[in-house]
């Protein structure tokens, strides 16, 4: 119980933001319907999905590996609504990791003088801060992956020619199964084989290692 009092508070905070800056940028050139469905928010319950926010990391959780995986419900966003579709909807898919990048600045800004309080205090509270700048490093990372409907699927697909979109919108939907097949899955298959295979680990989990132990170490 803990545990989750320490973790919950900044991984709500990490979603909530992330998927609210969506809904900012897409209101700030052009769409308002983030706005009017009560998306351009950042109360936390108005962004969680049943099933990925809640359903599947309590699923993943019960399985052996401490393999943790959810999502966040997208904010929805017409991207014919846009003044500019094509580029801006690569700003407002770009909103979301750079809001994440901008909380683990944060967090290790607070975290220098969290320092300074009694220590009854600080521990707990350093610890969600230590857990904020990891947990919004990776998400940044992990969403900047080009493959939609990730951040940077989106990102990219500003730079493609108009003929790929037929491609992109087909892997609008089955994009999350790729990447959940490819990080996740392939991976445990191969591992039973023998054969060591860490996409997650190489193109993840090390940039966040990196960035993380950095902030850390400027907290300190």
Partial sequence: ?????????????????????HGFAAYRYGDDTAKRLGRMTLNP??????????????LLSLLPGGLIFGYAKPVPVQINRLRHPRWDMAKVAIAGPAMNFVLALASALILLFAKQLPSS???PVEKMLEISIF?????GV??????????GGRVIAAFLPKSATPILNRLETLGIFVVLGVFFLLPRLLAETGIKFDPFGTLILKPTLFFASFLLDFSA
């Fill in 121 to 123: 205090v600080a521990v």
């Fill in 45 to 58: 319950i108005a962004h969680i999905d049943p099933f990925g926010t809640v359903l599947l990391p309590a």
């Fill in 135 to 139: 947990f919004n490093i990776l998400l």
């Fill in 142 to 151: 992990f969403n900047l992956l080009p493959v939609p409907p990730l951040d």
């Fill in 1 to 21: 119980m803990a545990n989750i009092v320490i973790w919950a508070p900044p991984l709500l905070l990490a979603i909530t933001f992330h998927e609210a800056a």
